[in-house]
């Protein structure tokens, strides 16, 4: 039997907003924002005019199986197609939930039936193979992961018809990372203000969003891969006076995912460049040139004595064995960058 291809947030929202719609969905998983924009929609396809007779929401921690199901099977007055959306059914108590399955194995077919699980996985025992027996569409609402944040970027800016310059994508990476709701918003805040076909550069970057195309974790680890004293200090002299935008635990993180993965370039045998980036898991060439640059400036050696350093780092930066100004500790990490020799 064929797998069942699985349905994508950027496919069944184009879709809902089109009005092509199945008789039911259930929606679920640990992301909420996928799942809230998606109730949103199917709110929409009834208009406002229409809503006291075409849409009924349920809220799982005050409603039963008994009355969503009666709502669902009770024929539309004066609308063509209605839609029960049930909201927050995490909520619902599993036995109540799997009284549910006996709809969904066969739906009204004038009725968009919606259960919609925030933040959670589905529950009840019979529920989705039920739901899948009677057609319905599952999409689950999965969490952002930082080793696939770059393509999801990519993917999303050219969703809304604009191009993006890598360097764009690792700023807004570096600095947005997996908060899918921020990252949504910002790329919708950049369609409006720079128009469809659009390139996003560093500078639209900065001048929109609010982050310094030159001083920024991404122009750091450019800065140490090069041993570049001068352009390390500088940025770190920015970041001192502007703490609130560049917290020291994202600097933690992109210079533990950096070091971390220059010792994968290390130990990756193949001196090909395309064998380099499958083994870090990039995406462009133009990836892999701090890597390069960094693999010159520090053997294997150093790179472990380094990422030791950060791990020292990172528990000061906590307070144990330590109660120095983070960027005091960050400025001592920086010099030990540059001057460790060996694993001592």
Do not use: C
């Amino acid at each position: 039997m064929a797998t069942q291809q699985a349905v994508t947030f950027a496919s069944l929202r184009a879709s809902v907003a089109k009005g092509q719609v199945a008789g039911s969905y259930i929606l679920h998983g640990e992301e909420g924002y996928f799942t809230d924009e998606l109730v949103k929609l199917f709110e929409a396809l009834v208009p406002e005019a229409d809503r006291d007779f075409g849409l009924f929401t349920f809220y799982g921690p005050t409603s039963d199986a008994t009355t969503i199901i009666g709502a669902a099977r009770s024929f539309p007055m004066m609308v063509e197609r209605q839609v029960v959306i049930v909201k927050e059914a995490q909520a619902m108590r599993a036995d109540e939930v799997n009284k549910l399955s006996a709809y969904l194995a066969s739906p009204s077919s004038t009725t968009v039936f919606v259960l919609a699980f925030r933040g959670a996985q589905a529950k009840g025992r019979d529920l989705l193979s039920s739901a899948r027996k009677g057609g319905a569409v599952v999409f689950e609402s999965k969490k952002l992961r930082d080793n696939s944040i770059g393509p999801i970027i990519e993917s999303i800016v050219r969703e809304k018809g604009l191009n993006i310059e890598p360097k764009g994508i690792a700023m807004l990476s570096e600095y947005i990372g997996t908060d899918a709701s921020r990252l949504y918003n910002e790329i919708d805040k950049l369609s409006l203000i720079l128009g469809k076909g659009a390139m996003v550069t560093p500078e639209a970057i900065e001048r929109n969003i609010g982050i310094s195309k030159d001083y920024n974790n991404f122009e750091l680890v450019s800065a140490i891969a090069a041993r570049d004293m001068k352009r390390m200090f500088t940025i770190l002299a920015y970041f001192r006076s502007n703490p609130k935008a560049n917290p020291v635990v994202m600097t933690t993180s992109a210079l533990f995912n950096f070091f971390s993965g220059l010792l994968i370039y290390h130990f990756t045998p193949s001196k090909s460049p395309s064998d380099k980036m499958d083994a870090l898991g990039l995406k462009w060439q133009g990836q892999l040139r701090d890597y390069e640059t960094g693999a010159r400036n520090y053997n294997a050696y150093i790179n472990i004595g380094i990422i030791a350093e950060l791990r020292r780092f990172d528990r000061m930066t906590k307070g144990i064995g330590s109660r120095q100004n983070e960027f005091d500790l960050l400025h001592n990490l920086l010099y030990r960058i540059l001057t460790i020799r060996s694993l001592s």
